[in-house]
């Protein structure tokens, strides 16, 4: 779940945070997004997250928000949340193929739920929304400017985001499937294969 995502909007990051990025329409696990950590200060990370334990990187992109005090894995994790005006997930068509869907908010920023440490960051994972289970059955806890300070400071799960109205989902092409394709070809609407 949430294996790509997208932060194209370069001048909300601007009027918002007051942050310069290049616009990236497909974000894959070990690239470095834009990130705010408790304090809501800018950082930029990796996409991967290892336990401080592991000999080697295990690169953990998303962790479930309900195993996070749980696993061993996430132990002594810091709260953060990643920007972002969209997410891919791959649907099954009736064939059987998996096929791209993008997740949106009409290009509006939000923000994603995530966990941080030395190593990266990974994203949290709810169950989805009625509204999005037809996609997928689980899905980024994503928030507006406001929740996210419930998830930074109190670790408390938002489950119905009001960014929920505004969302919306398309098919897109399989151009998205390779991370080296990285412009606005990976988010335009496609009929399904």
Known sequence: MCGRFVLSNFTDVKDFHNILIEPSYNIAPSHTTLIFNQEMRPDFLEWGYSPVWAKKPMNLINAKYESLDIKPSFKDYETCVFVADGWFEWQKNSRGEKHPIFIHADNEIFYFAGIKNASGAAIVTINAHPSLTNIHRRQPMFLDRLETSF???????????????????????????????????????????
């Open 151 to 193: 998830w930074l400071k109190d670790k408390q799960k938002v489950s119905s985001s009001s960014l929920l109205e505004r969302i919306k989902s398309h098919p897109v092409s399989k151009y998205v499937n390779s991370p080296i394709n990285n412009d606005r070809r990976c988010i335009l609407a496609t009929d399904l294969e």
